[in-house]
């Protein structure tokens, strides 16, 4: 598809996302992001600039991953119930012709609101907290999970585009100056990072 004057495709690389012992949220998302992004390179078209993410939910000392099943699921949310965690997105892009690689690490506070047993159990039995880390989808407009935002929304949704297009400067890819604008009416969000983001500074 056409993304202003990009042409992107997609494919799903297979990689392990097995956590090591100890590893802390920031390296292990970043190190599966490059996994990704080198995995890919041979799927894609020859010379394509490659960009891929991996999105871990972490709660105190805990990293959570995609659920299990529908059960695990449920014991997902009611631990997050009530409480701010912290999402953690590792970028990576992959030049294909140079293959330099450059990386990136969004963090962004994420305070749930006190949602019911009820909720909980009509969201899960849609099926969509299934494949995300966390046991939710920040957009579903029915569960809507979230109290409130006060940093990368579209980093929660596993892609923060201002950090995107900050890497892809430093590649010297063409710049997107819209995408910021485009991202903020679409998720109907008035960034508060945004600016500084792409300023350069290291925050969510």
Known sequence: MALGTWIVSSCVPE???????????????????EA??????????AGA???AADTAVVDGNDV???????????????????????????????????????TDVCVTDVPMR????????????????LDKAGAYGIQHAAFHPVREMGGCYASVMGLPLCHLLRLLARLHVASQPELPDRCQAHLNYACPVSNAILGGAPVG
């Open 114 to 129: 006190d949602y019911s047993d009820a909720e909980i159990s009509t969201y899960v039995a849609t099926g969509d907290p």
């Open 15 to 33: 990689v392990d996302e097995s956590r090591s012992a100890g590893e802390a949220p920031a390296h292990y998302v970043r190190r599966l992001a």
């Open 36 to 45: 990704k992004a080198r995995a890919a390179i041979g799927g894609l078209p």
């Open 64 to 102: 959570l991953g995609k659920p299990a099943d529908a059960a695990h699921a449920l014991l997902m949310l009611r631990q997050l119930r009530g409480r701010t965690h912290l999402v953690y997105t590792g970028l990576a892009v992959l030049d294909g012709i140079s293959r330099q690689l450059l």
């Open 49 to 51: 600039v490659i960009a």
